[in-house]
Structures are given as C-alpha cells and as structure tokens.
Nanobody
Framework: QVQLVESGGGLVQAGGSLRLSCASPGRTLSSIAMGWFRQAPGKEREFVAG????????YYADSVKDRFTISRDNAKKTVYLQMNLLTPEDTAVYYC????WGTGKTMAAKYDYWGQGTQVTVSS
C-alpha cells in the first residue's frame, strides 16, 4: 500500500502562486505514475496534471496548461504541483494520486492510491 500526504495548500490572492507537495512517507514512488486532481464544491473531481514514472512525460488539463507545472523528485519520494497565475476558478481541494499501472492518465477511476487532499482557496 502507498500512503500519500499532500501539503502546501492555503489562501492566496488571484494572480498569486502556490506549490503543493505530495510525499510518500513509506515506499518509493519511482515505479508509480502520479497525478493531481481537484474537486470544487458541488462539482466532480477533475484531472489537473499527470507525470510519468521517471518524470519524462507530463500532461495537463487545458484549464491549467501554461500556468501549472507538475514535477517529481523520486529520491525524495515527492511530487510537486507549482501553480501560478491562480484564479478563483482554481479554488478546490487538490488531491495527489498514484497510478500503479501507468494507464490512468486523466481518468481518476484508474488511479490506485489517493491522498487526503489539501484545500486551495483563491480570493478575487
């Protein structure tokens, strides 16, 4: 089993930045593709960004492309989401997820491991 712990959420003004972290206190993440999802109140969970096992491939939702950057440091067993130019529409609980088979891509149902989530609130 893989435990994922998110951190870095908070309150920020529109136009600001935050960096989320997702750490694995236990096993290594180097064999697991990783992703970030978010869920706003009253909405379904949606894909934000994903990264391959070695970090060589990344992919993003159109709504965050060119503003968010996903990265990973396998030695530190940590995945990051750098979020810039935040808008109130980015307000949500952000979840880190692990895709053991590497086939999930944008589909939340395909991910095997989930963190508890971290709240991001962007004020206008």
């Amino acid at each position: 089993q893989v435990q994922l712990v998110e951190s870095g959420g908070g309150l920020v003004q529109a136009g600001g930045s935050l960096r989320l972290s997702c750490a694995s206190p236990g096993r290594t993440l180097s064999s697991i593709a990783m992703g970030w999802f978010r869920q706003a109140p009253g909405k379904e969970r949606e894909f934000v960004a994903g990264i391959s096992r070695n970090g060589g491939s990344t992919y993003y939702a159109d709504s965050v492309k060119d503003r968010f950057t996903i990265s990973r440091d396998n030695a530190k067993k940590t995945v990051y989401l750098q979020m810039n130019l935040l808008t109130p529409e980015d307000t949500a609980v952000y979840y880190c997820a692990g895709d053991f088979w590497g086939t999930g891509k944008t589909m939340a149902a395909k991910y095997d491991y989930w963190g508890q989530g971290t709240q991001v609130t962007v004020s206008s």
